[in-house]
């Protein structure tokens, strides 16, 4: 007799017409048109093959059970390929074959490589744009952003969070929030600050999402992940710890945080983890004080078979001050920073042949565009218990938790009905720029920076300009075979 289940790693949500199937060890996802009716019996308890097919056939009328296992059959292969739903002949089994996360392979985690893109990947990614546009008329929150707490046990030079919030949230309001998250058919959530460990029922809540079948993610400094706290989250399968490392210089790194003893805190907290197996992203923002000793740190997570990513860009604080910008690159740093990135980054050489600008969007295609996830499938909740559009939008309330549920926010807030209805072409200084296609539209960093949402600070028209200077040189000397 075979077996089925979903493998551990994979998440099921439904939403419209389409199974959306998210495997977090992978990175991977898919999303299936009208396949509900055959998905719908796999789950966490394995189910005999014989026994879903039987079910499903009882679901239309005159159907003939023969052709209903081979459909189901042609619909699972893939599936259990991609490791989304593991098979065998006994639960036992269904255990040995479900692999968990382990950095003891070549490869620990999947990145979306652009240099290696299959022509499945390509129709993977015209699907997801079809499930992004339907969340444009179906906003659904597909993830959520938790902030536990905005007291940290760092104080980052260059942190978007003003000094003076040190709130906690209350442990059951969290808990609430969470379940009508996954009412709602949320997938992701992320647990962050401030320092979420500073949280006293830190572990509860991570336990609790986990229970409500919900993918997780932590945003943390690690400087209080003891050994027992690491043990602790080698038992949840998480998707991933995310961690900031500003140099692999302890004075540097300390100097940014603001905290003795810090980098040598989180350094042993990233070992810790990485012993037990549990996935680990580095992040390593670049400003004044470290930039010219990023690649050490990106060189550290490639020792451990870590990602390991930096990133330039800074934005203001949500209060609206910008003495935290000081730290920021310079245009120069900026463009000798993106060109070394370009240079090392097997994916953008990869990409360098395909650039044309006669296949950009049109500026009407493009002024159509949504800004971006907010209010469309991804929200913030604070530590003050208000929801904001994102982490960094902490001045732009949508209601609060104490008052209102999730549903009635997301789907009566006035200021997420403003921000549904915005599209790019409501920002009039982008819409006819020739840099547009290389520049990130952010509202919060406009917001927090100029006090203004759509209106955009000249230091980011500037690096979009380096952008497209940096690619085009790129692309002079790739077709001039340099």
């Known amino acids: 007799m075979k077996l089925l289940r979903l493998s551990k790693n994979a998440f099921v949500r439904q939403y419209g017409p389409y199974t959306h199937i998210f495997n977090q060890l992978t990175k991977s996802d898919l999303d299936l048109k009208d396949a509900e009716p055959f998905l719908r019996f ?69 990145a979306f490589d652009l240099g290696n893109i299959t022509e499945q990947e390509r129709q993977q990614a015209r699907e997801h744009a079809e499930l992004h546009e339907y969340f444009e008329s179906h906003p659904t929150p597909f993830s959520l952003h938790l902030d536990l707490t905005s007291r940290c046990t760092e104080k980052c030079v260059h942190c978007y969070v003003p000094r003076d919030r040190h709130f906690t949230m209350e442990t059951e309001s969290a808990l609430r929030v969470i379940d009508e998250f996954r009412e709602m058919g949320g997938l992701s959530i992320t647990l962050s600050g401030g320092e979420c460990m500073l949280h006293p029922d830190f572990k509860r809540i991570l336990a609790h999402a986990r229970g409500k079948d919900l993918s997780v993610s932590v945003l943390s400094n690690l400087t209080l992940c003891d050994e027992r706290t690491c043990r602790f989250l080698a038992t949840q399968n998480l998707s991933l710890v995310q961690v900031s490392l500003y140099s692999m210089d302890a004075a540097t790194h300390d100097a940014i945080t603001q905290l003795p003893g810090s980098f040598a805190k989180t350094k042993a907290a990233i070992e810790r983890l990485h012993a037990l197996n549990v996935p680990v992203q580095i992040s390593c923002p670049t400003m004044k004080g470290n930039y010219k000793g990023y690649q050490a740190v990106l060189d550290y997570g490639v020792s451990l078979k870590c990602k390991a990513y930096t990133d330039f860009i800074m934005m203001a604080r949500s209060d609206h001050t910008t003495d935290n910008l000081a730290n920021r690159l310079s245009l120069d740093e900026t463009r000798e920073i993106i060109t070394t990135i370009a240079e090392h980054d097997p994916s953008f050489a990869a990409e360098i042949p395909n650039y044309d600008p006669s296949k950009e969007m049109s500026v009407e295609e493009w002024g159509n565009l949504p800004m971006c996830g907010v209010g469309i499938d991804a929200i913030c909740l604070n530590a003050d218990g208000n929801y904001y559009p994102c982490s960094g939008f902490q001045d732009y309330p949508l209601g609060n938790c104490h008052e209102k549920t999730l ?52 230091h980011f028209c500037k690096v979009a300009r380096i952008n497209r200077e940096i690619v085009e040189e790129f692309k002079r000397r790739h077709d001039a075979g340099q």
């Open 407 to 458: 549903r009635e926010v997301w789907e009566k807030s006035p200021a997420i009905l403003y921000l549904r209805g915005l599209r790019k072409k409501d920002i009039p200084q982008c819409i006819g720029c020739p840099d547009r296609t290389f520049c990130a539209t952010c509202l919060v960093r406009n917001f927090n920076e100029t006090g203004n949402m759509l209106k955009v600070s000249d």
């Open 42 to 110: 796999i789950g966490r308890t394995p189910v005999a093959v014989a026994d879903a097919v039987e079910r499903i056939a009882a679901l239309f009328a005159d159907a003939n059970p023969a052709q209903v296992g081979r459909d189901f059959a042609e619909l699972l292969q893939p599936l259990v390929e991609e490791n989304f739903v593991v098979e065998g002949a006994t639960p036992e089994e269904l255990d040995r074959k479900d692999p968990s996360f382990t950095y003891d392979i070549e490869v620990p985690s999947t």
